[in-house]
């Protein structure tokens, strides 16, 4: 199947700073990539979804201005957490779908994002 | 809203025995199902997936039947092993390759 990553896989930061991940699709050109929060033992929550070359749709309740997404080529989007504090420690996913609305979705594995 | 149950874990197994993992939905319109496995340090992956009524999905010995008079799709293995590990979510669509809604997944550990 197609692969996706992530990078980085673990960060650790202070409270205040920003944190850059990116989602790369590594073998095929990803029209629409979501960004998943997962807390421990619960589901993972969608927090937005990107297109390519336009601005991210954001579910309810998460702060655009805090999670900041680019998805600026079909093979990246980025997803910055702006002036992290402790309560952003989590890990964010993020998944690929080539094409549109009838794709499957390609995951990756994760980032484990720590603020101390 | 729409939304995904699972069965909470953990699920502790002997190699050989047969697997049921819960799952119920509710989903105002007609949703696409499917099971996602996460292996340890790795990305989830489909495992398998049912798009209408009565459809069963199949995939590595694992099964699903969607459900539509109970709304369910429970994940059956007739006989573990332990390479079977992982935490298994079960999630839905309403539109297919649209936005997907996850249960809060169950974690299988599989013993020799």
């Known amino acids: ?116 | 809203g729409d939304s995904v149950t699972q069965m909470e874990g953990p699920v502790t197994l002997s190699e050989e025995a047969f697997l049921t993992i819960n799952c119920t939905y509710t989903a105002t319109g007609y949703p696409s199902l499917f099971w996602y496995v996460q292996y340890p340090g790795e990305g989830l992956q489909l495992l398998l997936k049912a798009t209408k009524a009565d459809d069963k999905g199949s995939n590595k010995g694992f099964e699903a039947t969607y459900r539509k008079e109970t709304t369910s799709f429970h994940l059956e293995k007739g006989s573990v092993q332990v390479s079977d590990s992982a935490v298994y979510f079960c999630a839905l669509t309403i539109n297919q390759g649209g936005k997907l809604i996850f249960g809060q997944g169950t974690e299988l550990s599989v013993k020799p």
Not at chain 1, 35 to 46: N, V
Not at chain 1, 54 to 71: C, M, P, R, W
Not at chain 1, 84 to 104: Q, V
């Open chain 1, 1 to 116: 199947g197609a692969v996706v990553s992530q990078h980085p896989s673990r960060v650790i930061c202070k409270s205040g700073t920003s944190v850059k991940i990116e989602c790369r699709s590594l073998d095929f050109q990803a029209t629409t990539m979501f960004w998943y929060r997962q807390f421990p033992k619960k589901s993972l929550m969608l927090m937005a979804t990107s297109n390519e070359g336009s601005k991210a749709t954001y579910e309810q309740g998460v702060e655009k201005d805090k999670f900041l997404i680019n998805h600026a080529s079909l093979t990246l989007s980025t997803l910055t957490v702006t002036s992290a504090h402790p309560e952003d420690s989590s890990f964010y996913i993020c998944s690929a779908r080539a094409g549109t609305g009838t794709g499957e979705q390609f995951f990756g594995p994760g980032t484990r994002l720590t603020v101390l």
